[in-house]
Nanobody
Framework: QVQLVESGGGLVQPGGSLTLSCAAS????????MGWYRQAPGKERELVGL???????NYLDSVKGRFTISRDNAKNTVTLQMNNLKPEDTAVYLC?????????WGQGTPVTVSS
């Protein structure tokens, strides 16, 4: 079992930046990939991006060039750097990990982009 705990959410103005962090604990061997999902009110959960242990990353089209996922394989942490935030980025952001055929999500941290 893998436990994921996020931190760093909050309220930010449009155009601002925010950094989310996630730490994995428990049985963390062979976690790959790690990344982030988000779920806005009344909408389906969507994949924001993933990063594998080799450094390859992919992103949702609407966040490309604004969001960056970094990962520390030794510490089992993943970070989401969000720049130039837009109101449509408002959502609960959930850390994600895949391990040996099993998917794990954290509880989520809320991000609100509003003036």
């Amino acid at each position: 079992q893998v436990q994921l705990v996020e931190s760093g959410g909050g309220l930010v103005q449009p155009g601002g930046s925010l950094t989310l962090s996630c730490a994995a604990s428990g049985s963390t061997l062979s976690i790959n990939p790690m990344g982030w999902y988000r779920q806005a009110p009344g909408k389906e959960r969507e994949l924001v991006g993933l990063r594998d242990s080799g450094g390859f990353a992919n992103y949702l089209d609407s966040v490309k060039g604004r969001f960056t996922i970094s990962r520390d394989n030794a510490k089992n942490t993943v970070t989401l750097q969000m720049n130039n935030l837009k109101p449509e980025d408002t959502a609960v952001y959930l850390c994600y990990a895949f391990q040996r055929g099993a998917r794990y999500w954290g509880q989520g941290t809320p991000v609100t982009v509003s003036s």
